[in-house]
């Protein structure tokens, strides 16, 4: 997809500000119930994988579902630098043309992975294990991203960073190993980005690589590596944790690939539906790999009517429809060891969290101190904003609940994360007054449907 391609699907997508462009501010009021049915794009975790398992393989694969977000756009971008021809058939459906493990070009130009972790950090894992160099940049959220994390195990397996900004982040200038060595690592905190990065260099390396994860973090990368033909095995480490080890230097064979809808996208219209009174929402082909659906679980133990409904296999994952109904929430304490399952999620609970009754305790949130914004910091001061007393204490956050009440009337600051901008959309939807956000144009990254999807399920945003 070119440049002009690139912008085309940018519109489709419903986007009309660039992460360069003016903010987009937008409102979110209590209106009528939320009704209906309603599908989320694809999943961001596996839309990234797949076009990279794409370059990694040779011949041809082909996605459905592919999310077509700011974010994934990128990374296709970067697979084409790296080697990949990589086309857009139709609505999510893409053709990734392959160059294989060991084969990959070095690209001409800077890759720019624009408000995109994951996809920056994946690629780095891509690149490192490879005798080439590449610079990698991103947007200003993503330049304040530590990448120190990636590039410790990465010079294990022999890559280094020629240049970098200060405390190892982008822009930086990454040589690949000339020959790539096997490793064993621990990851330091449990992260699907990091455990992800070492496989995929590690898969250029002869021999057996080890990643090891106190706490088992999304298991994507290990699941696609085995659907592409990698030899890997998965065991069980201590109580919480994982042990993955790869062999190196496989012949990936390309295989079609189905991505299901993103639970952590669905996570918006699931909170907005248990929050708005009266409302009775279904979102359908939810992915329910247990490492994912924290949220869910969580949910459910303060009380909401979530029924899955028609549990069935779609490109290797559980997926079910949910049918959730508005319900009074009641606070719970929500365990550290439960984060990996649902980190993206804790805006979108800590929103739940506001209504509900009762105290809500989420621990161990250090993590989200690190994500597209200081989540944590954002979630309080927007809770701050809108009037829901809250604390945080360490990397906890508590949050007293208003039982189905919340004043609103503040405006949100959203840091250029999506997450925290439609999270406090959702608030606005249920609260006394409305909500403002002061940025809606980061939304494109991971779910450019969410507003018009909102509003279709009655929502009043604009
Ligand atoms: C992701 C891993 C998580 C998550 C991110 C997507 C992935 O990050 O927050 O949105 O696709 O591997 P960490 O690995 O930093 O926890």
Excluded: C
């Amino acid at each position: 997809m070119g440049a002009a391609d690139h912008e085309t699907a940018g519109m489709m997508a419903g986007h009309d500000a660039g992460h360069h462009g003016a903010p987009v501010p937008m409102q979110a009021r209590a209106g009528g119930i939320l009704q209906g049915r309603v599908r989320v794009s694809g999943d961001k975790s596996i839309s990234h994988r797949a076009l990279i398992f794409g370059l990694l393989s040779v011949g041809e694969t082909s996605v459905t579902g592919l999310l077509e977000g700011e974010d994934v756009l990128r990374t296709a971008d970067a697979a084409r630098a790296l080697g990949a021809t990589v086309e857009r058939l139709g609505a999510g459906h893409w053709r990734v043309h392959g160059v294989g493990v060991g084969a990959l070009l070095a690209p001409r130009d800077t890759l720019d992975f624009g408000n995109a972790g994951t996809g920056s950090r994946l690629m780095m894992g891509v690149v490192g294990g490879h005798p080439i160099t590449a610079r990698f940049d991103g947007d200003a959220s993503l330049r304040k991203r530590p990448m120190k994390r990636i590039l410790d195990p990465l010079q294990l397996i022999g890559a280094r960073a020629l240049e970098q900004a200060e405390g190892g982040r982008l822009p930086l200038l990454l040589e690949g190993a000339r020959d790539a060595v096997p490793v064993t690592y621990e990851t330091p905190v449990p992260s699907a980005q990091i455990k992800s990065a070492v496989l995929f260099a590690a898969l250029n390396a002869p021999g057996r690589s080890t990643v090891i994860e106190r706490e088992a973090s999304r298991d994507h990368t290990e699941k696609l590596l085995a659907w592409f033909g990698a030899e890997i095995t998965v065991a069980p480490h201590g109580e919480l944790g994982r042990r993955i080890t790869l062999t190196g230097q496989p012949e990936l064979r390309p295989r079609p690939i189905a991505v299901p809808a993103d639970p952590s996208s669905a996570a918006f219209p699931i909170v907005a539906a248990l929050i708005v009174p009266g409302s009775d929402v279904t979102v359908e082909s939810v992915m329910m790999n247990p490492l994912r659906i924290g949220l869910i679980e969580t949910l459910r133990e303060m009380g909401a009517d979530i029924v899955a409904l028609g549990e069935r296999e779609e490109g290797g994952e559980t997926v079910a429809d949910l049918r959730v109904r508005y319900s009074a929430l009641k606070g719970v304490n929500v365990p550290a060891h439960r984060a990996p399952a649902m980190i993206d999620e804790y805006p979108a609970l800590a929103v739940a969290a506001a209504f509900a009754s009762g105290e809500t305790r989420m621990n161990g949130l250090h993590e989200l101190r690190v994500k597209e914004s200081d989540r944590l910091a954002a979630v309080a001061d927007g809770l701050a904003a809108n009037g829901v007393e809250h604390a945080v204490e360490g990397d906890d956050l508590i949050v007293r609940g208003g039982e189905g009440r919340v004043a609103g009337g503040g405006t949100v600051a959203t840091h250029m994360d999506h997450r925290i901008a439609m999270s406090f959309l959702v608030m606005g939807l249920a609260s006394g007054r409305p909500v403002a956000v002061d940025d809606t144009a980061f939304i494109a990254t991971s779910f450019p449907d969410f507003v018009p999807m909102m509003r279709r399920l009655g929502g009043d945003l604009g």
